[in-house]
């Protein structure tokens, strides 16, 4: 097992991961003060100095940092070390507004790639595996973090990137992939395409890393009969340092959050208040071992409930649920709250692909609200009669999960555009 592989850390008991915050965030305010001027005005204006933070306990005195400050300080405002001494950049797609964009020291780089590791290792990961990548690799996140992850768990790493589907399940099946990595929409992808081409058999791949959007139980179901795998989840972003932030051991139930690198709270999102445990809010990190994107109290914008309650696993570290939407992706439509997630539920349930898009818009003062819906390979039909049947079922069953009716469109197999990187589920032009 390569070096890095500590699971005593994993598995500290509470008291010592406490003693390792409560040290590295005293440290950590002192560099920021120090180091980041942006950090410090702001530390400056709620009246707080680096004396003032003695341990966790005095983290709500500290400012938070959102988005907009990221904006605003773009792009090297918030770095906490000189650029001659950073190694790397990772960056956002930046479909909202500006691009984020993230530094990276060697020191920072390791952290990551540890983290990744340990992701890697929690779903049966050893240097006996392959590990094919199908993340972007690029400025975003995903690729090059869980390819620095599996090199450090001594995998055979195969760099395949996102995209060019045949290409990918011929590595697959002539490599002998043990393990991928990708989103779950793309996961989901190639296993559609693995049934078509008549291919399982030839797949030996045990377990699959998936994460970078949201998705339900109902879709790791069908992945993981489909394939015939264990699909585990993982989380991460790019401002904090990109996937393997928190990850799914075999228990499958919550994503343990690395606590000697990042401290986790969950705040009302309305009020900023700290929220004890187990209630659902935003979650907020705090990276306290990061050198040059050492973000305090980030908003991540992720509704979400954390959990200390002991795992089978043995891990010690917190565990967060996936994220149940975002405190600003959540859609009212005719006034009630709607998550994509539930929509994705419902189509799941009545065995439809979760390949979706949901078109919002406003005409004459009131919402309109389309889900248009692929049909599977098994259940296409280009009968219009049974179309209009099946589309009925569904407008009643989003009715009966949701409390509005949305007009339901269903689509061939593969005619809604996919990106192999991230599926956009939602097109709101009420905001054009
Ligand atoms: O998506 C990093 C990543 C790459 C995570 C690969 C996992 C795997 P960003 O592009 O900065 O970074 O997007 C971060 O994506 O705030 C969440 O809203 C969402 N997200 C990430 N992982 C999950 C997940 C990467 N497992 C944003 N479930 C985050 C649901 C997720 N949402």
């Known amino acids: 097992m390569a070096k890095y592989y500590q699971p005593e850390i994993e598995t500290a008991s ?92 060697q020191h920072d780089v390791d952290l990551w790639e540890d983290c990744c590791a340990r992701a890697i290792v929690a779903v049966g990961g050893t240097k006996d595996d392959v590990c094919h990548v199908a993340y972007g690799y690029g400025l975003f996140t995903g690729g090059a973090g869980l390819h620095g992850g599996s090199h450090k768990v001594g995998c055979l790493t195969l760099p395949m990137s996102s995209g060019n589907t045949d290409r990918q399940l011929q590595f697959m099946t002539d490599l002998g992939s043990t393990i991928i990595c990708c989103t779950p929409s793309y996961a989901a992808y190639l296993a559609e395409s693995i049934y078509e081409k008549g291919i399982r058999d030839q797949i030996k791949l045990k377990a699959g890393i998936f994460g970078a959007e949201a998705w339900s139980e109902e879709m790791r179901r069908d992945i993981e009969e489909k394939l015939g795998i264990r699909a585990y989840d993982i989380y991460g972003l790019t401002e904090i340092s990109g996937p393997g932030v928190s990850f799914e051991c075999e228990a499958q139930m919550g994503m343990h959050i690395n606590e000697d690198h990042f401290i986790a709270e969950i705040i009302d999102p309305d009020t900023g208040e700290v929220l004890p445990e187990g209630e659902k809010g935003e979650l907020v990190f705090t990276c306290i071992t990061k050198e040059a994107f050492p973000l305090i109290r980030y908003r991540t914008r992720d509704i979400c409930v954390l959990s200390r309650k002991p795992c089978p696993c043995g891990r010690t570290h917190v565990k967060m649920s996936k994220p149940m939407g975002r405190s600003d992706d959540m859609l009212i439509i005719r006034g009630v709250n709607v998550f994509p997630s539930q929509i994705e539920t419902v189509l799941i349930e009545q065995g439809y692909p979760a390949n979706y898009q949901i078109i919002v818009d406003r005409v004459n003062n009131s919402d309109t609200f389309e889900v248009m819906v692929e049909m599977s390979p098994e259940n296409f039909s280009d009968s219009l009669k049974k179309i209009t049947e099946m589309e009925k079922s569904l407008v009643g069953a989003l009715k009966a999960m949701l409390g509005i009716a949305a007009k339901v469109k269903l689509v061939a197999p593969k005619t809604i555009a996919r990106s192999e990187g991230k599926a956009v589920r939602v097109i709101d032009k009420r905001k054009i």
């Open 14 to 105: 509470q008291e010592q991961i406490r003693a390792w915050q409560n040290e590295r965030l005293v440290e950590q305010v002192k560099h920021v003060w120090n180091d980041v001027p942006y950090y410090r005005k702001k530390m400056e204006e709620k009246g707080v100095t680096p004396d003032d933070i003695k341990s966790v306990d005095d983290l709500y005195k500290l400012p938070f940092l959102t988005k907009d400050d990221l904006r605003e300080a773009y792009p090297y405002g918030l770095m906490g070390k000189p650029a001659s001494e950073c190694v790397r950049i990772q960056s956002t797609s930046g479909t909202t507004g500006k691009r984020v964009v993230a530094f990276y020291t």
